[in-house]
Nanobody
Framework: QVQLVESGGGVVQAGGSLRLSCAASGRTFSPNAMGWFRQAPGKERELAAVIYWRGGNTYYADSVKGRFTISRDNAKNTANLQMNTLKPEDTAVYYC???????????????????????WGQGTQVTVSS
């Protein structure tokens, strides 16, 4: 079984930065992609950024483009999210998610919906004060 563990959340003032990390452990695991989702109170879970594991290509939601950077370390099976110029509207629980190659080969080619991912972390709170 694969476990994802996030770290790095916290409280920061608007304009500040935080770096989130997600470590995958368990059986040898090479994902198709890893993404960072976020969920604010009363809102649906939404994709912030995703990185495709083999090629390293990335995709960002418009709301975070230019401020957030997702990266990966293949050897350590970690995915990081550097968040700069944070805004109060970035306040949410941030979740790391991984999509397996089995799901991709089954015909799942979308990366923006939570139900396209197989494994999830427990979430880490990010609070941006104004």
């Amino acid at each position: 079984q694969v476990q994802l563990v996030e770290s790095g959340g916290g409280v920061v003032q608007a304009g500040g930065s935080l770096r989130l990390s997600c470590a995958a452990s368990g059986r040898t695991f090479s994902p198709n992609a890893m993404g960072w989702f976020r969920q604010a109170p009363g809102k649906e879970r939404e994709l912030a950024a995703v990185i495709y594991w083999r090629g390293g290509n990335t995709y960002y939601a418009d709301s975070v483009k230019g401020r957030f950077t997702i990266s990966r370390d293949n050897a350590k099976n970690t995915a990081n999210l550097q968040m700069n110029t944070l805004k109060p509207e970035d306040t949410a629980v941030y979740y790391c998610a991984a999509k397996s190659w089995e799901r991709y080969r089954s015909g799942s080619y979308s990366y923006t919906r939570p139900n396209e991912y197989d494994y999830w972390g427990q979430g880490t709170q990010v609070t941006v004060s104004s």
